[in-house]
């Protein structure tokens, strides 16, 4: 059976193939933004303690557990011990459609806003037009649903056809310049006149302003960013041959997802202070800010259609990941072709993003607790389940699977890898009880 799945060329290969998982939207808008509803450098700070303690060490345990197993979430907890221990695979599946249902929208507002940069958006330089323009967009019953369409349909089409070759290569030369572009956009936002408020406001914790529902969204920016606690990283960590270091893989990732999300933030906070947006802004504050951004630099319209563009493909990377885990369920589970499986999912996932779509605008009303049915698709999603995925997978590392997932030679972490009793305390004790603690304390 392993024979027939397919297997990244190189170490780099699947590196940056978990990497463009783990980098995305969710780096780029919504770590910025979540910062800025939630009290700036203290949630910095949460975030990359937990990413330190439990980010880690759940990485490595969906690698271990994907490569040992050869299989998708499902197939590899039935693979390694079974019973109700397949519910969480289960679960996973489930978050798939989640996820990307809501996802999908936010891919599609910046493949709009790579055309309409390109077509004369950013010539109006006036920050408030701008905010209003992207106001109008998202409230549109319309042209948001086509750009949704649009990137699932682009989804489906790779993954039906596998997700290796075309999608290393493509991350390989884009992600770089992606890269680049984020550095220049930062220099530019801190030197814009008024940032300092916004560095400070990133940088220097308040920490009296601590409070449980900011610790939750914390830990479930720590978990969505990474692609933790669905099986992303199992199902990528399934098409791994023996030959690469699981631990140095995964804090490779966890770095580099780390460092482009506080970029990010550099990027997008001290701008929000120096044109007067309000940081708590929400979903639209990375949408509203980088044109702003970009009206103030030379060739504005160049470089923003750049970016969105680049933006859209680093969304794109981290869609595939999302879709992969159902479509590699259905696949090895259910016997479905891969066509049809990345069909099928991918036309359920548009339907089921519709109304995410649709609550920026004509069904803004509905709300419950405040929250319309975006805000509870990714509430659902990135702060409860991703977390109890997050539990379960330690534990199961932990207790369950750690002598098989250390096994040298059967695709298990080598021997020689020193932390290992560390690591196992962290999945036995300290990830799950934190992780609970924090999910109780947000309730
Ligand atoms: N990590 C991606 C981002 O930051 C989103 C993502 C891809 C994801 N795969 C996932 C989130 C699996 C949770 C689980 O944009």
Not at 291 to 317: C, D, E, H, R
Not at 364 to 375: E, L, P, W
Request: charged share 10%; glycine share 14%.
């Amino acid at each position: 059976m392993a024979g027939e799945r397919g297997h990244f060329g190189t170490r780099l290969g699947f590196i940056l193939a978990a990497a463009g998982s783990a980098v995305g939207l969710g780096n780029v808008w919504k770590f910025p933004y979540l910062a800025g509803e939630n009290g700036g450098a203290v949630f910095l700070f949460i975030y990359l303690g937990f990413i330190l303690t439990i980010g880690l060490s759940v990485m490595l345990a969906e690698f271990a557990i994907g490569r040992r197993a050869q299989r998708n979430p499902v197939g590899a907890f039935k693979a390694l011990k079974g019973g109700p221990w397949v519910a969480v695979g289960g679960m996973g599946v489930f978050c798939g459609f989640i996820i990307l249902s809501f996802y999908s929208v936010v891919g599609g507002w910046t493949v709009a806003y790579a055309v309409k940069s390109a077509t004369g958006l950013l010539a109006n330089g006036d920050a408030k037009a701008l905010g209003n323009a992207f106001g109008g967009f998202i409230g549109d019953p319309v042209e948001p649903l086509i750009y949704h369409a649009l990137f699932m349909a682009v989804t489906m089409a790779v993954v039906a056809k596998g997700v290796h070759g075309g999608i290393e290569r493509v991350c390989r030369v884009l992600m770089p310049v992606l890269f680049v572009l984020l550095v220049v956009l930062c220099i530019r936002s801190v030197t814009l006149p008024g940032a300092g408020a916004g560095i400070a406001f990133f940088l220097e914790p308040d920490f009296s302003k601590v409070n449980g529902a900011m610790v939750t969204a914390a830990l479930g920016q720590a978990f969505f960013s990474l692609s933790l606690g669905m099986g992303a990283m199992i199902t990528y960590g399934s098409y791994l041959s023996a030959k690469v270091s699981l631990p140095g893989a995964a804090l490779w990732v966890t770095s580099l997802d780390t460092l482009i999300a506080v970029m990010a933030g550099f990027m997008i906070l001290p701008a929000v202070f120096a044109f007067g947006f309000d940081p708590g802004a929400g979903p639209g504050l990375t949408f509203i800010t980088l044109p702003a951004v970009f009206s103030q630099i030379p060739g504005g319209a160049f470089f923003g259609t750049l970016f969105f563009v680049l933006l859209a493909v680093a969304a794109l990377t981290s869609a595939f990941s999302l879709i992969e885990v159902v479509v590699a369920y259905l696949v090895d589970e259910r016997g479905i072709r891969r066509f049809q499986a990345a069909m099928g999912a991918g036309f359920v996932i548009f339907i089921l993003g519709i109304p995410s779509s649709l609550s920026f605008g004509v069904w803004s009303s509905y709300t419950v607790a405040g929250k319309n049915f975006f805000d509870i698709m990714d509430y659902l999603a990135s702060n409860l389940m991703l977390p109890a995925g997050g539990i379960f997978i330690s534990l199961f590392a932990g207790w369950v699977a750690f002598p098989k997932l250390m096994e040298a030679g059967e695709g298990g972490i080598e021997k020689s890898f020193r932390l290992a009793r560390i690591w196992q305390a962290i999945c036995r004790y300290v990830a799950p009880v934190a992780i609970a603690w924090t999910l109780i304390n947000g309730l």
